[in-house]
């Protein structure tokens, strides 16, 4: 009932910046929260950033100063921009939405970030 279309992925060299997107569509409620979540190689995923729909945002510790996280409630859309990327970046970064007690999921998009 719920699709979230990423885009913005890519190859990066290191101390770089990229910009990922996701557009969530469906019953999306008025108040919910989106954030960014990643999973490096041979790692458990972990959760980047937050943010709901009043604008409260939570960073991981390592990315704290380094990634903004927005988003634009007429659009239903988030965003994070990725600055001084490091290697240790890479993986695949999955959009997240949670209404309610729900949570749904993009497909994942590759950073790969290059020294």
């Known amino acids: 009932q719920v699709q979230l279309v990423e885009s913005g992925g890519g190859l990066v060299q290191a101390g770089g910046s990229l910009r990922l997107s996701c557009v969530a569509s469906g019953s999306i409620g008025s108040f919910n929260v989106m954030g960014w979540h990643r999973q490096a190689p041979g790692k458990q995923r972990e959760v980047v950033a937050i943010?709901?729909?009043?604008?409260?945002?939570n960073y991981a510790d390592s990315v704290k100063g380094r990634f903004t996280i927005s988003r634009d409630n007429a659009k239903n859309t988030v965003y994070l921009e990725m600055n001084s990327l490091k290697l240790e970046d890479t993986g695949v970064y999955y959009c997240?939405?949670?209404?309610?007690?729900?949570?749904?999921w993009g497909q994942g998009a590759q950073v790969t970030v290059s020294s």
């Open positions: 997240n939405i949670r209404i309610r007690a729900n949570s749904y």
């Open positions: 943010i709901s729909s009043a604008g409260a945002t």
